[in-house]
């Protein structure tokens, strides 16, 4: 049992146990028809040796001997000689009181055997009192102590649990995006032109720019021959790769692999020279800062 002092329950347990017992000694000596100052005075020897003689024990004997070295045998040679010594104070202050009278005051060595027999009694109670009170609250202590690691060992259990459901589903949501992006999405090859003598195969790796033209487009290939498509811009951009294509402005989809020459252009924009066109290309403005970016990773 580690012992860390007094604390303020132990105070007012020893309060209410001296309290007690100074009425049972007053009410005795009352009874025992002494004078008015032996009866108001009667408990002083008592407390004087007993409230000493419990620190002692409590406070320094058992936590250093007991508890921590475990040295049974200095701790027996010193709780006799703190017995003999306090209940041979004890008894002298009886006789300095008159309550012993000289002839019954005990001699040596029936003097040691009195004195050991006035300590054990004053200090057994209080003693046993404090030690039974530690006692149950470290099994208290345990007990709380117990349920709760009981409490903390379900929470982990369950924490186990979700976290085990969690990697599964982690698990689960990587498998199905893998499934879903290993899937390479299938972007036009080739656009099939209608001409008024058949139909033109326009491979997408050889189409340079692309121009809106209402809700049809123009499709510049590197050689610069116009053909006309009639879907709007927005949905051929929805069909060529956009590893290899992006829209610039509003009206225009450029081709990386046929850019000539790139140059800067007031306002955050850029000029584009592209293969088949003799015009250049502008960005717009909101546009160059990802196009940059695209540059960049493609």
């Known amino acids: 049992m580690k012992n860390n002092g007094l604390k303020r329950s132990d105070y007012q347990v020893l309060g209410l146990y001296f309290i007690l017992s100074v009425i049972v000694i007053v009410v005795n000596n009352t009874y025992g028809g002494h004078s008015i100052g032996k009866i108001v005075l009667g408990p002083l020897p008592y407390l004087v040796t007993t409230i000493p003689l419990v620190g002692i024990f409590y406070l320094w004997l058992i936590p250093k001997y007991i508890v921590k070295s475990q040295n049974y045998i200095l701790f027996f040679i010193l709780t006799i000689t703190s ?8 008894l002298s202050l009886l006789y300095w009181m008159e309550y012993i009278s000289i002839k019954n005051y005990p001699l040596f060595p029936n003097a040691i055997l009195k004195s050991l027999d006035a300590a054990v009694d004053g200090v057994g109670l209080p003693l046993g009192i404090l030690l039974a009170k530690k ?39 990587k498998s199905i995006k893998q499934t879903v992006f290993s899937k390479k999405r299938d972007y036009k090859k080739r656009f099939v032109i209608k001409k008024t003598t058949g139909l033109l195969l326009l491979d997408s790796s050889n189409l340079s720019v692309v121009e809106a033209m209402g809700d049809s487009c123009k499709l510049i290939d590197v050689e610069g ?9 927005s949905k051929v951009l929805e069909t060529l790769d956009p590893k290899d294509f992006f829209r610039i402005n509003r009206s225009q989809i450029i081709n990386i692999d046929h850019i000539v020459n790139i140059e800067n252009h007031f306002k955050n924009r850029l000029l584009l020279q592209m293969k088949g066109v003799s015009e250049k290309m502008m960005t717009s403005s909101s546009k160059t800062s990802d196009f940059r970016l695209w540059l960049e990773e493609h």
Do not use: P
Not at 83 to 90: E, K, M, N, P, S
Not at 137 to 164: P, T, W
Not at 225 to 233: A, D, G, M, P
């Open 83 to 90: 017995l003999i010594v306090f209940g041979y104070l004890y």
């Open 135 to 173: 006692h149950f609250e470290n099994e208290i202590l345990i007990g709380n102590l117990r349920e709760l690691q009981k409490k903390n060992e379900d929470e982990l259990s369950q924490a186990q649990v979700n976290s085990e459901l969690l990697f599964k589903n982690l698990d689960l949501f």
């Open 225 to 233: 021959k116009v053909h006309l498509f009639s879907q709007n811009i």
